[in-house]
């Protein structure tokens, strides 16, 4: 599987757009970007994914760049149930591997 | 629609101790999985299971051993547990194989001394 580069911690206001990069300059044709959050000490919590295409659903939108080398996902209005930790997986099985993700702080 | 459960909540051993972390879904989903979160760091896949019957190894499946005895219900069993074994455990489900979307339970926090 590609490995992820994510920067350790960010912040945000509330109600702002909460936009997290990751690289993945290594990822090959057939792996997925997916991206899943950690909320305090609770089980991880999908949230979406994509190959190529950038992607939308109700929690956030997922932007791939072209050579698929980054990609970033952006929570709209972002509020304080938002703070997180945002994990970046790319993978083309279904053994996912965590990094230490970006810890995202919304603050009031 | 309880989605994925696990039991115990908390545990302490003592090192050398045995026991056995339960996990059970009710979404109907083939493949399972365990992963253990060390403090400051991602989850790492212990074992998972395709499919009712089949396991396989993950990342880090030394002093542990699973089994999936029917589709709802996979046990991740620690034999002779050591203070290196201190983490979080968690469970996780997903429809089949190539689905990457997986459902994790709340955790078992489990302490070896």
């Known amino acids: 599987d590609a490995k992820t580069t994510q920067p350790p911690s960010m912040d945000c206001a509330e109600g702002r757009a909460a936009n997290l990069p990751c690289n993945h300059s290594t990822i090959s044709g057939n792996e997925y970007v997916y991206w899943y959050r950690q909320i305090h000490s609770q089980g991880p919590q999908y949230i979406i994914h994509g190959l190529k295409n950038n992607e939308t659903n109700e929690m956030a939108s997922l932007i791939i760049t072209e050579d698929r080398k980054s990609s970033t996902l952006i929570l709209p209005h972002a509020t304080l149930r938002d703070t997180a930790v945002y994990y970046c997986?790319?993978?083309?099985?279904?053994?996912?591997?965590f990094g230490t993700g970006t810890r995202l702080q919304v603050f009031p | 629609n309880a989605g994925v459960t696990q039991t115990p909540k908390f545990q302490v051993l003592k090192t050398g101790q045995s026991m056995t972390l339960q996990c059970a879904q009710d979404m109907n989903h083939n493949s399972m999985y365990w992963y253990r979160q060390d403090p400051g760091m991602g989850l790492r896949l212990i074992y998972y299971?395709?499919?009712?019957?089949?396991?396989d190894k993950g990342e880090v499946p030394n002093g542990y051993n699973v089994s999936r005895l029917n589709k709802r219900e996979f046990s991740l069993r620690l034999e002779s547990a050591a203070p290196s074994q201190t983490s979080v455990y968690f469970c996780a489900s997903s429809t089949d194989r190539n689905s990457y979307e997986q459902y994790f339970g709340p955790g078992t926090r489990l302490t070896v001394t």
């Open positions: 997986i790319v993978t083309d099985t279904d053994k996912l591997i």
């Open positions: 299971s395709a499919s009712e019957g089949t396991t």
